[in-house]
């Protein structure tokens, strides 16, 4: 830093505690974390930490491992060979539970009349205009698709409406197996 070769600089995966350390020393531009409707940990402490410290927020995975996308049901059983089988949230029994959330999305989007994985993003979008979320893919048609989440808004009203519905569903399972959510530091 102090010769000049780096300008600006960033950590994953951090707790506000060392968000709050590391800036302290040298000021972070931005973090990356998961969050979505599948995974609001963060809203705790790591958002109202950023926005304090004037951080930006990359989020990964905003699609909750593509389950917010709609492609996935009740029935849905994942090879072993495909991550989400490793992971309880996905398992068949918290899946079976855990399916009202893609069945309320996909109810938004329906009424707005555009996809689950737009209703998502743009869900993500509303909440403060420093984060920003970077959807996975490797397909062509769903990078045309997630950009469409910019043309998706809320009213005060339906961001009200959601959050209520959201705290109002509980997801079952962990967001990854206990070995690599202990690598995470949370």
Known sequence: MAEGKVLYWGLSEAAAGTVRRAHAICPVTAVQSEYSMWYRRPEEELLPTL?????????????????????????TKFDK????????????????????????VAGIAANKNTTPA????????A????IVPIPGTKKLE??????????VTFTTEELMNIR?????IEIIGERYPEEQEKLTGK
């Open 51 to 75: 926005e304090e410290l004037g951080i930006g927020f990359v989020t990964f995975s905003p699609l909750g491992k593509a389950v917010l996308t709609g492609r996935f049901n009740k029935d």
């Open 81 to 104: 060979t495909d991550f989400r089988s490793q992971i309880s949230r996905f398992n068949p029994e918290n899946l079976s539970s855990n399916i009202a959330l893609v069945d309320y």
């Open 118 to 125: 737009r209703v998502a993003l743009a869900w993500l979008l």
């Open 127 to 130: 909440q403060k205009p420093w």
């Open 142 to 151: 769903r990078v045309k698709e997630n950009i469409g989440a910019v043309d």
């Open 164 to 168: 209520k519905k959201l705290e109002s």
